[in-house]
């Protein structure tokens, strides 16, 4: 059951970046929590444009039948991984298995990003896509940072423009 909102008392603006716009795309599997065996939820990322596997986010908790599906894909990590000894923060820190970075998964997410191009929510998982390799994923792109001097505009910059046309800001 989805929880309603009452956005009443609320901007035309606000009403609509609350709406969360979510799109499918591919992303690689990096790491898991839980076991190989019976994973919890998937690790992601996307190479960046130097080649390297870059942290994108984590779905949200794996439904059985996906984490049975999902687990006999996966295959331990080697030596050499890309996020070796890299601590996983969110709430808690998070115990991951390394896995070998081969396997791309379509996940649902919501377009909003961090400036590091990461999702700021939990993706969700759709699929495993067997014939795509980690090399036709889409890279992982930086949002452009806000020059300093661009605040003095009354209407706010990371906005695009038809939207601050629609609101009316």
Same mark, same amino acid.
């Given at each position: 059951?989805?929880?309603?909102?009452?956005?009443?008392?609320?901007?035309?603006?606000?009403?609509?970046?609350?709406?969360?716009?979510?799109?499918?795309?591919?992303?690689?599997?990096?790491?898991?929590?839980?076991?190989l065996?019976?994973?919890?939820?998937?690790?992601?990322?996307?190479?960046?444009?130097h080649?390297?596997?870059?942290?994108?986010?984590?779905?949200?908790?794996?439904?059985?039948?996906?984490?049975?599906?999902?687990?006999?894909?996966?295959?331990?990590?080697?030596?050499?991984?890309?996020?070796?000894?890299?601590?996983?923060?969110?709430?808690?820190?998070?115990v991951?298995?390394?896995?070998?970075?081969?396997?791309v998964?379509?996940?649902?997410? !919501? &377009?909003? $990003?961090? %400036?590091?191009?990461?999702? +700021? @929510? =939990?993706?969700?998982?759709?699929?495993?896509?067997?014939?795509?390799?980690?090399? !036709? &994923?889409? $890279?992982? %792109?930086?949002?452009?940072? +806000? @020059? =300093?001097?661009?605040?003095?505009?009354?209407?706010?910059?990371?906005?695009?423009?038809?939207?601050? $046309?629609?609101?009316?800001?």
């Amino acid at each position: 059951m989805q929880e309603r909102v009452d956005l009443s008392g609320h901007t035309r603006l606000e009403r609509l970046l609350h709406q969360q716009v979510r799109e499918t795309t591919e992303a690689i599997v990096g790491a898991v929590t839980g076991s190989l065996a019976t994973p919890r939820s998937l690790l992601l990322g996307r190479y960046d444009n130097h080649g390297r596997l870059q942290y994108t986010g984590r779905t949200t908790t794996l439904a059985q039948a996906a984490s049975s599906a999902v687990a006999g894909l996966l295959a331990s990590a080697r030596r050499g991984h890309p996020w070796t000894g890299r601590p996983f923060c969110g709430r808690e820190t998070l115990v991951v298995t390394l896995v070998e970075p081969e396997l791309v998964v379509e996940v649902g997410v !919501g &377009v909003v $990003r961090d %400036t590091s191009g990461r999702w +700021r @929510h =939990p993706a969700r998982l759709h699929r495993a896509r067997l014939y795509l390799s980690p090399g !036709g &994923v889409p $890279r992982i %792109t930086a949002l452009p940072r +806000r @020059h =300093p001097s661009s605040t003095a505009s009354t209407s706010p910059g990371w906005l695009p423009a038809r939207l601050q $046309r629609v609101c009316g800001e």
